[in-house]
């Protein structure tokens, strides 16, 4: 699983203790990359940790099955992950994507196979649900 814009690295150290196989963390703060670390050697979980700007990691990362993608809200980062992870096509077959906005931004579609599917929205914030076919 891939935890882009990781920053503190909850949602992957989640996807770890709930049983995902590897997680790759990526984010371009120094603080948040210490941070990361500091947490998965607190819940005794490994992962691979990368300082990186994480839209131009999408461009030689491999493959994910689970991507969560929690950017600042403004500056279209999310639009820029999405058409990249489309572009290099770095969801496997059947994979989502976990898309973390404001409860006010609507996602452009993706090209096929990819989808944009159900949201659900908690207060200011909405959790968008996507993927790819098989």
């Known amino acids: 699983m891939l935890d ?5 690295g909850q949602l ?3 996807a770890l203790s709930r049983g995902a196989k590897s ?4 984010d371009q703060s120094n603080e948040a990359i210490a941070i990361v670390k ?17 839209v131009s990691f999408l461009e030689h990362c491999g493959k994910f099955d689970l991507i969560f993608l929690d950017p600042p809200y403004a500056g279209g980062l ?16 059947g994979g989502i994507i976990i898309c973390e906005t404001d409860s006010k931004t609507a996602l ?3 090209d096929s196979p990819y989808f944009i599917g159900r949201s ?9 649900v996507c993927g790819k076919t098989v």
């Open 120 to 128: 659900y929205k908690y207060g200011k914030v909405k959790l968008t």
């Open 23 to 26: 997680a790759t963390f990526v």
């Open 78 to 93: 999310m639009e820029a992950a999405l058409r990249k992870i489309n572009k290099f096509d770095i969801l496997a077959d």
């Open 4 to 8: 882009l814009f990781a920053g503190t």
């Open 38 to 54: 500091e947490n998965l050697e607190h819940c005794e979980l490994t992962g691979t940790v990368v300082r990186n700007d994480s």
């Open 12 to 14: 992957g150290i989640e």
């Open 108 to 110: 452009k579609p993706m």
